[in-house]
């Protein structure tokens, strides 16, 4: 069965640069999520969008944006990269109400491994 | 953590022990969700519970979940060394929307 896809894997930036996550949920998920997990730290959510348009917003610094396309596929803009920022970017994705009693199970990417130097 | 916290933070065990990890958090929930997480890896979804039940099972797994303490317990029975990972307790807030907050994970390793 396809899983959600994050590319790149692995992504090395210097400081002040810009980076772009890219995110394709599971076919048919109308719902993506993106957190961020600083090493040895629980993921913290970041944003989300349902049916592309902006659904929560979480711990999302200014200098971040993302946004769903039509396809459904979402990225993640990063510009002037901090050292804080490196960590590992998860996407996830969902189908409203189809969890359990309409709760829903997130299914995660293998994630993005961002390096800021 | 945004929600609460996971006890113990590590834990060792030898294969076939029971391990069991608890969490707790603070706000009023709709449900509680345990996922698994390799080393670097993505989160994966293992167990739900919703906010009305008190006790749920899955293979070797059994979810307990008490909202008047607002706590919960993951056993995993007869572990297996292919249970080393880190397990995270996460909720879905009434007030937050769509979003899961995640609690801050227990290490566990199951030694051959």
């Known amino acids: 069965a396809a899983g959600v896809i994050q590319s790149p894997r692995h992504l090395i930036k210097e400081k002040r640069e810009t980076a772009t996550l890219k995110c394709y949920p599971i076919?048919?998920?109308?719902?993506v999520y993106w957190y961020q997990q600083g090493p040895g730290q629980d993921p913290q959510f970041l944003i989300s969008?349902?049916?592309?348009?902006?659904?929560d917003k979480g711990s999302i610094p200014d200098r971040f944006s993302a946004q769903q396309f039509s396809d459904y596929h979402s990225e993640l803009n990063m510009s002037s990269l901090e050292l804080g920022d490196s960590a590992l970017y998860f996407c996830?994705?969902?189908?409203?109400?189809?969890?359990?009693?309409?709760?829903?199970?997130?299914?995660f990417g293998s994630g993005t491994q961002l390096s800021v130097l | 953590s945004q929600q609460g916290e996971e006890d113990p933070q590590a834990l060792s065990i030898q294969e076939g022990e029971n391990a069991t990890m608890n969490c707790s958090y603070k706000?009023?929930?709709?449900?509680l969700q345990w996922y698994r997480q390799n080393s670097g890896r993505g989160l994966v979804h293992l167990i739900l519970?919703?906010?009305?039940?008190r006790e749920k099972h899955s293979g070797r797994l059994r979810v307990t979940l008490d909202t008047s303490k607002k706590s919960s317990s993951l056993l995993i029975t007869a572990s297996r060394a292919a249970d080393t990972a880190s397990y995270f307790c996460?909720?879905?807030?009434?007030?937050?929307?769509?979003?899961?907050?995640f609690g801050e994970g227990t290490q566990l390793t199951v030694n051959p």
């Open positions: 996830a994705s969902s189908l409203a109400g189809t969890g359990e009693g309409g709760y829903e199970k997130l299914f």
């Open positions: 969008f349902y049916e592309k348009m902006q659904s």
């Open positions: 519970i919703r906010s009305n039940e």
């Open positions: 706000t009023s929930i709709n449900n």
């Open positions: 996460a909720t879905d807030e009434k007030t937050s929307g769509s979003r899961l907050t």
């Open positions: 076919p048919r998920h109308d719902t």
